[in-house]
Antibody, heavy 121, light 112 residues
Framework: QVQLQESGPGLVKSSQTLSLTCTVS??????????WNWIRQHPQKGLEWIGY???????YYSLSLESRVTISVDTSNNRFSLKLTSVTAADTAVYYC?????????????WGPGAMVTVSS | QSALTQPASVSASAGQSITVSCTGT?????????VSWYQQHPDKAPKLIIY???RRPSGLSSRFSGSKSGNTASLTISGLQPDDEADYFC????????????FGTGTKVTVL
């Protein structure tokens, strides 16, 4: 079955760049028709969609984060990545990678377990 | 683009039914039939339980059902069980030119 797993540093210094990777197993990330997403959850709070990449080449970002976010795909290792620049304490959160259901259903059917990232001063 | 509004908490006894509301605007919930619901147990990733307002993923219990009227979507859980105690989030597609997906504020469901 399809599984996702986030990885990356759990601690990032303020003003630096947060980098996370989501390794995909059970399906090729180049399979047509799927959106590969990043979503975050601030401590004790709700969820926030960060962005996705579609068909390995077409990213789309949340308007509130688009000036600082890059999502890219590494097809040789079947994974996709998130980079968030100029981080502050407000970027402290659990970061999830997620795949949609396909078929333009606009629902996140498969999630990784999440990676906690703390921004320190 | 503001978060969708959900009640902070809902509680009921085991075996009873509850309904969780999710109120958006005419720019999201009211326009698109793409409301999804997620169940999240403590320290776990969210799990999809409803998509496209009313559809359940394969294998999911029919005790979970969704509906939508105007700018408000609802999740109903019937025959509450102890394992239903969790946080529940709604999410709506908001269309091109926006941040695309807006989540709800979340509802803590407690089974008494």
């Amino acid at each position: 079955q399809v599984q996702l797993q986030e990885s990356g540093p759990g601690l990032v210094k303020s003003s630096q760049t947060l980098s996370l990777t989501c390794t995909v197993s059970g399906v090729s990330i180049t399979t047509d028709g799927y959106y590969w997403n990043w979503i975050r959850q601030h401590p004790q709070k709700g969820l926030e969609w960060i962005g996705y990449i579609y068909n390995t080449r077409h990213p789309y970002y949340s308007l509130s984060l688009e000036s600082r976010v890059t999502i890219s795909v590494d097809t040789s290792n079947n994974r996709f990545s998130l980079k968030l620049t100029s981080v502050t304490a407000a970027d402290t959160a659990v970061y999830y990678c997620a795949r949609d259901n396909g078929g333009n259903e606009h629902a996140f059917g498969i999630w990784g377990p999440g990676a906690m990232v703390t921004v320190s001063s | 683009q503001s978060a969708l509004t959900q009640p902070a908490s809902v509680s009921a006894s085991a075996g009873q039914s509850i309904t969780v509301s999710c109120t958006g605007t005419s720019n999201d919930v009211g326009t698109y039939d793409f409301v999804s619901w997620y169940q999240q147990h403590p320290d776990k990733a969210p799990k999809l339980i409803i998509y496209e307002n009313t559809r359940r993923p394969s294998g999911l219990s029919s005790r979970f059902s969704g509906s939508k009227s105007g700018n408000t979507a609802s999740l109903t859980i019937s025959g509450l069980q102890p394992d239903d105690e969790a946080d529940y989030f709604c999410c709506s597609y908001a269309g091109p030119g926006t941040s695309l997906y807006v989540f709800g504020t979340g509802t803590k469901v407690t089974v008494l």
